[in-house]
Each structure stands twice: as C-alpha cells, then as structure tokens.
C-alpha cells in the first residue's frame, strides 16, 4: 500500500474492518468482477461499474466474498481530509445519509470513465510528493471527485436544493445522534427540544434533506449500535440491555427482533 497521513490506496477490500483504518473513510470503484459483502445486517452486491462508499464504521463491513477476477481499487481518506477537501454545498448532507443506508451508487458508462478517471488521478497525484503544493493539490484531487460524487447521487435519486436553515437542523440532529444520545432518547421529542423546534417540523426536515423521517434515523443508529455491541461476546445481553436503557430484556428481545430481524441470541451466532 502507498500511504501518507491522511490517503491510502489499497487493491483488495479484504482490510476494510482492520484496525488501521478506523477514522477512514472508504471509496472503492470495482473495474471488474464483483464483490458480496454484508454491512450493517444486510448483505450487498458490488460489481463492476459500481462505487463503493462507506461513510463510517467500517468494522461492520463482514463476510467479504470476492469472485476470481475482482478487481478494484480503493481509497481510504481520513474524516479530517474529507471535511478539509468537501466544497461548500448543503447537498453534501443528503448524500452522506443516504450512503448511510445503501452503499453503492450503480453508475452509467459515462459515470464510471468520470469515477475512473479521478481514483487514477488521485493515485498519480499521490505518488509525487516532492510537489510544492502537494496537499493543496491533493485537497484540490479530492474535492473533485467529492463533487463528481454529489453529482453521480443527484442524478440517481434526484436533486432538491435544501435550505441553509433545514441544512443546519439536520447537521444537529445527526450529531447528537452521533454523540450516541440515542442510547438513553429514542424519543424524537427529545431532540425537537433540543433544536427548539416541534417534533413534527424535524420530521418534516428530516425527509426534505434525507428522504426519512426522524424516527428512522434515531432507529438507525440505535440498531446500527446494537449489532455492534452483541458481536462483543463479552458484552452479556442484560449490560447491553441496560446500556440502552430498555425496561426489561423482553422489550430489548422484541426491539432486536424488530430492527435486526433476528433475537439476540440467534444475531450472535
């Protein structure tokens, strides 16, 4: 692999859920073949022509089955880089949620010469580091396959403008989301209050930026931290239970149940 601080390039995806590469965000583009992976609970097919991005936790990326002629190249970049690289768009907001829930982006002929172009483009770019504006000119790499990003999402799932104000809303929801105050507020009341606005009005934000009311995300996550948790076999099923504040391990069974699809006992295994 050829690394610096903050970019690293890798030919397999088979060290995706590895230790060194929490804090990264990863981008794959498949040139050939395909790959069946699970995240989050659900199992998904990356082929040939598609891009790959994970937004976060990729230590729940599991049973990675490659076929003989997969080939792909992936491009890990530190959350810190992509916040430096990410042009000024409220657009951003949408895209990054929706890759929350699915993954891969299926891209037209014309997409994937653009998606291509700009991986190779931040490889060569990445092996000349006695550039005298290297990282501006990385962050400049970057940013344009980010842009290239935003517009292969916008013409898949469509593009509204979102509002400065709805945009800020929900920033501040998903962060108190990613605070984990999920684990003891699962109401969205809750959070309402704490952006001083109604608990039907960030309903009504939330599917205008993300296509998804509120109540989803707030489930989202809590699962996302559930299935998490019950792959530590240390963890018992009654300290996870309590972590998140669930009033008796019936109630944490049938939450399971519900969102994972599966009870505690039989997701472990």
């Not at 992509?82 to 829930?101: C, K, W």
Request: hydrophobic share 35%; net charge neutral.
């Amino acid at each position: 692999m050829e690394t610096i601080q903050h970019i690293i390039i890798d030919r397999s995806l088979n060290r995706i859920a590895h230790d060194a590469f929490a804090g990264y965000i990863c981008h794959a583009y498949c040139y050939s073949g395909a790959c069946d992976f699970e995240h989050i609970g659900r199992q998904f097919n990356f082929r040939a022509g598609d891009c790959l991005i994970i937004p976060r936790r990729t230590d729940l990326v599991r049973n990675i089955r490659p076929t003989d002629d997969f080939n792909v190249v992936v491009v890990y970049i530190t959350q810190e880089f992509i916040e430096v690289s990410t042009p000024q768009s409220n657009y951003g907001m949408r895209g990054h949620l929706a890759l929350f829930d699915n993954p891969i982006m299926r891209l037209n002929p014309e997409q994937q010469r653009r998606c291509a172009t700009n991986f190779d483009n931040i490889q060569q770019r990445l092996a000349h580091p006695e550039h005298r504006f290297y990282r501006e000119m990385m962050i400049a790499s970057v940013q344009t396959m980010i842009l290239d990003f935003f517009d292969f999402h916008a013409t898949l799932y469509g593009f509204d403008k979102i509002s400065s104000q709805y945009h800020q809303i929900m920033s501040q929801f998903i962060e108190l989301l990613e605070r984990g105050d999920y684990r003891k507020n699962r109401d969205i009341g809750y959070y309402a209050d704490i952006l001083c606005v109604t608990p039907k009005y960030l309903s009504e934000v939330s599917k205008k930026v993300s296509g998804l009311p509120a109540a989803y995300w707030i489930t989202r996550y809590t699962a996302l931290d559930i299935s998490r948790l019950l792959r530590d076999r240390s963890l018992s099923f009654t300290h996870i239970s309590d972590l998140f504040g669930f009033s008796s391990q019936a109630h944490f069974s049938r939450y399971v149940m519900k969102n994972l699809g599966a009870n505690p006992t039989d997701f472990r295994e």
